[in-house]
């Protein structure tokens, strides 16, 4: 626990300094956080169902020219999935310290489309099965990955003030597991607020 809260110490400080370095007037800081639809592919076969969770972070957008910026975020994100059937229904949580780096365009002062990597740092799981009887429900350790990494697609909205509304999609090319390819599939519905 010692060595992933060092880690994040060293994002959030990274963070902080990337912010800071002021070279445009654009750039700036903010709080974003929203909505997540998070799932897991397995073997490429086809998608779990998917966890109902949300994300919260802080974020910090520095611009290179007027159309194009590059944004650093710190992100807390409920990430997981749900497997239904006749038996019940089994609950995967995991938890996340995300950090994304977004290569942003704006095609106009307002609008804009967002492409680049993330790493993350699983902080927490829990595994729940709920089968309908108390008796028969149990939680077990399927031991997840620590790390994950990925890509990020989306677009969005940004108004003079400085709200901004977004879609992403997280494609994870790391493993959770050690067995069955399982990677992290997860849309994101963000509300965001420059400070």
Partial sequence: MKKQLFIVGILFSALT???????????????????????????????????????????????????????????YSQQGYEISNSSGKFTQKLNYINLPLMFKAYPDNNFFLEAGSQIGLAISHKEEFDSGFNIFDTSNEFDPSSFDWGFNFGGGFKTNSGISFGVRYHLGLGDIYDEGAAKNRVWQFSLGFDL
């Fill in 17 to 75: 300094i990337y912010s800071q370095d002021d070279l445009s007037k654009n750039s700036n800081i903010g709080i974003k956080g929203g909505y997540n639809l998070a799932a897991v592919n397995f073997d490429g076969e086809g998608e779990t169902g998917q966890r109902h969770s949300f994300h919260l972070g802080i974020y910090g957008e520095s611009f290179v020219s007027e159309a194009f910026a590059f944004q650093l975020e710190l992100i």
